[in-house]
T-cell receptor, first 111, second 112 residues
């Protein structure tokens, strides 16, 4: 059974810093991996989706990498802003067509 | 226009009742989902559905059932509500299971 873990559970950084969020999964047989952000009281917003054949995806200040063989993905956020404060979740689509979510990293960017 | 909308936003009801949560998407997507987020913020998929196939998470009690009147709607029916059903339920949609998902704002279900 797939297990998805995110470290750290919470992170607080000053504005302007670059930061990395980590996601690990136990079964490398996945179709894709997504990174989401969740704002309080809201649903999830998809940030980046990496197919299993890809190694990274970029969108603006965000860069997500995927190392399927080691079961790891990172989300890199450049020049962090207070508006980046949210909970970030990763999710994998397993080969049994089930989605498994990580427990999330709560990010606070301090002005 | 809201892409994925759920109603109601809040639902407070007594144990044993039967309730429904509605979900509509106007994105023309073929696949819709229901998720449960518990008090520890852990998100777990309950169902994924397109017009061909319903995939059920095996841990979901059969008191929960999805109903899709058409491609744009996937409603969640819950029978004989229990205290442990209290959670936030999210609906989502995507073009297919390999594309990014779009989420609704959630329905907070509280069981008295």
């Amino acid at each position: 059974k797939q297990e998805v873990t995110q470290i750290p559970a919470a992170l607080s950084v000053p504005e302007g810093e670059n930061l990395v969020l980590n996601c690990s999964f136990t079964d490398s047989a996945i179709y894709n991996l997504q990174w989401f952000r969740q704002d309080p009281g809201k649903g999830l917003t998809s940030l980046l989706l990496i197919q299993s054949s890809q190694r990274e995806q970029t969108s603006g200040r965000l860069n997500a990498s995927l190392d399927k063989s080691s079961g790891r993905s990172t989300l890199y956020i450049a020049a962090s802003q207070p508006g980046d404060s949210a909970t970030y979740l990763c999710a994998v689509l397993d080969r049994d067509n089930q989605f498994y979510f990580g427990t999330g990293t709560s990010l606070t960017v301090i002005p | 226009d809201t892409a994925v909308s759920q109603t109601p936003k809040y639902l407070v009801t007594q144990m044993g009742n039967d309730k429904s949560i509605k979900c509509e998407q106007n994105l023309g997507h073929d696949t819709m989902y229901w998720y449960k987020q518990d008090s520890k913020k852990f998100l777990k998929i309950m169902f994924s559905y397109n017009n061909k196939e319903l995939i059920i998470n095996e841990t979901v009690p059969n008191r929960f059932s999805p109903k899709s009147p058409d491609k744009a709607h996937l409603n969640l029916h819950i029978n004989s509500l229990e205290l442990g059903d209290s959670a936030v339920y999210f609906c989502a949609s995507s073009q297919d299971e390999y594309q990014p998902q779009h989420f609704g704002d959630g329905t907070r279900l509280s069981i008295l």
